[in-house]
Every structure is written in structure tokens, then in C-alpha cells.
């Protein structure tokens, strides 16, 4: 079991940047491949992007790549999401999730088996 804890949400304007962390606790963290997965009021999860567990190559969805970047340390057994140039359509819960040590990195729900709770983001116009 890994048990995951997000933190670092908040309300902000659209333009500025926000940082999320997960938290790992529980099995071996740097054995994971970690994703952020978002969830908007009234929208399926959508994919975020991920990391890898071995070489921290990253994958991210089209509609935040350039702005947001994934980085991990596994001697905290944290996972970060670093979110810049925040626009009203990035608003949703956020989600980190971990999945089995895979060489590629899956942009599914069905393939990471421990979620958290979640943290809302909110950016104003």
C-alpha cells in the first residue's frame, strides 16, 4: 500500500503560478511511476502529466505542456507539480496517483493503483 497526500492548492489569478506536492508514504516510493490527474466540476478526470519512477522522464497533456512541470524526490518521497501561467481553465480538484514501475508512462486512470485525496485549485479571471 502507498498512502498519498496532496497539499498545496489554492485560489489564485489567472497568470500566476501555484506549487502542489504529493507525499508518499508507505511502500517504496521511488518504485512508482507518479501521475497528476485533475478533476473540473462537472468533467471526467483528465490526465495531467507523469513521471517515471527510474530516469524522472516526464509526459505531460497537451493543454499544460510548457506550463507545468513534474519533478520528483525520491529521498522525500515527494512528487511536485510546478504550475505556471495558471489560466480559469486549469480550475479543478488535483490528483496524485502512483502505478506500477512501467518504462512508459500511462496518461489512464485504470493503469495507477493509489490515489490522494485531492487538492482544489482555483484561478480567477
Known amino acids: 500500500q502507498v498512502q498519498l497526500v496532496e497539499s498545496g492548492g489554492g485560489l489564485v489569478q489567472a497568470g500566476s503560478s501555484l506549487s502542489l506536492s504529493c507525499a508518499a508514504s508507505?511502500?517504496?516510493?521511488?518504485?512508482?511511476?507518479m501521475g497528476w490527474f485533475r478533476q473540473a466540476p462537472g468533467k471526467e478526470r483528465e490526465f495531467v502529466g507523469a513521471?517515471?519512477?527510474?530516469?524522472?522522464?516526464?509526459r505531460y497533456a497537451d493543454s499544460v505542456k510548457g506550463r507545468f512541470t513534474i519533478s520528483r524526490d525520491n529521498a522525500k518521497n515527494t512528487m511536485y507539480l510546478q504550475m505556471n501561467s495558471l489560466k480559469p481553465e486549469d480550475t479543478a480538484d488535483y490528483y496524485c496517483?502512483?502505478?506500477?514501475?512501467?518504462?512508459?508512462?500511462?496518461?489512464?486512470?485504470?493503469?495507477?493503483?493509489?490515489w490522494g485525496q485531492g487538492t482544489q485549485v482555483t484561478v480567477s479571471s
Open positions: 496517483a502512483a502505478g506500477p514501475p512501467a518504462s512508459s508512462l500511462v496518461q489512464y486512470s485504470y493503469g495507477y493503483d493509489y
Open positions: 508507505g511502500r517504496t516510493f521511488s518504485r512508482y511511476n
Open positions: 513521471i517515471n519512477w527510474r530516469n524522472s522522464v516526464t
